[in-house]
């Protein structure tokens, strides 16, 4: 059973034992899958081990003391991201000044508690900075690897999916994803997200994914399906080391050429992507002359579902909720 959502991530690994019994579980009990799930749990698990995390405080207190203690610009997200993802379609919230704190703040208690709210530091920096150590683990071993910057996503500013992602080698995206994995002794398919911090050098972990991501089948383009690989293991197959064998992009066809648009380095966007077309490395996410129908059904969502999602992101920025009496928690 391979779960696509961090509420399905959730739900199996807190009846993992009784489901277990019936079914072949890709996700680990949630004693692990808790380190990704929370990113409370998260940062407190770098830091313990030394991992670079963006500043960050709990948006618990006072919102007018709290406001008082910020440098902006700062973002605030969720510590639980299914507890307010589904609700909105934001996976944070930009505050520029006070009076943007006081109405984001404001917006983000009708989904969150006080203490699942995260005031974080907002790092510079686009997709050049953004990167991915993708694993899949045996009892906290990772035996296939993947380093990935995931160059573009949409929408641009704060970006629900990555549109576009390249392997790439980053030693120490690998080696800090490794050791955050290795110390929750992960079981199954993960993605580890960090993002390069330009004023202090260092590269921060920012979420760790528990499950097949969206842009996953570029495994399967550098030569290691990382799905394949953890159905191996679930089947009782022995895992083995799989290095990546060559280079490898993917690019979600659907919402890439609009990120592109969008982007302050459109030519440089567009130099990147026909170098992988040219070098016959692009992996698509929908489209397959063989297979189509998925890419049409998709493109048919996108443009049914289109305008109710932009009117759901638009609630919290302007000031109104569309989908939750007010006051109400999500729990």
Known sequence: ??????????????????????????TPPIEVTRFALDKRL??????????????????????????????????????????????TNLKALPVSNASEFQQQYAQMRTYLPPEEILI??????????????????????????????????YPVEFGNASSFVETTRQAVVEREGRRFLESIEFDGMVE????????????????????????????????????????QQKVGRAP?????????????????FLAIAKSPRRGAEIRALLKAVRERRLTLAT???????PFFAELGLWALQGPARRRKARA???????????????S
Not at 18 to 25: E, F, P
Not at 46 to 61: F, K, M, N, S, V
Not at 194 to 206: A, M
């Open 240 to 256: 083995r080391s799989v290095p990546m064998q060559h280079e490898a992009a993917w690019l979600r066809e659907i919402t890439d």
């Open 1 to 26: 059973m391979f779960p696509v959502t961090d509420y399905f991530v959730d739900l199996l690994a807190h009846h993992h034992e009784s489901l277990s019994s019936i079914y072949k579980l890709t």
């Open 42 to 87: 998260t940062y407190r698990r770098a830091q313990e081990l030394g991992i670079a995390t963006p500043w960050t405080r709990l948006g618990d207190g006072p919102p007018d003391e709290i406001e008082k203690s910020l440098q902006y610009p700062v973002i605030l997200k969720p510590a639980i991201n299914h507890h307010f993802f589904p609700h």
């Open 192 to 231: 580890v997200e960090f993002k390069f911090d330009p004023r202090d050098g260092r590269y921060k972990i920012l979420d760790v994914n528990a499950r097949p991501w969206g842009w996953h089948t570029l495994t399967r383009g550098a030569g290691a399906d990382f799905a394949y690989l953890l159905w």
């Open 287 to 293: 489209f397959d002359l063989w297979d189509p129908i």
């Open 316 to 330: 919290p920025l302007a000031g109104y909720v569309d989908d939750l009496a007010p006051g109400r928690i999500v």
């Open 120 to 153: 974080q530091e907002r790092i510079p920096g686009d997709g050049e900075n953004q990167f991915s150590l993708c694993a899949v683990c045996e009892k906290g071993r990772p035996y296939a690897t993947l380093v990935a910057q995931r160059r573009r996503q």
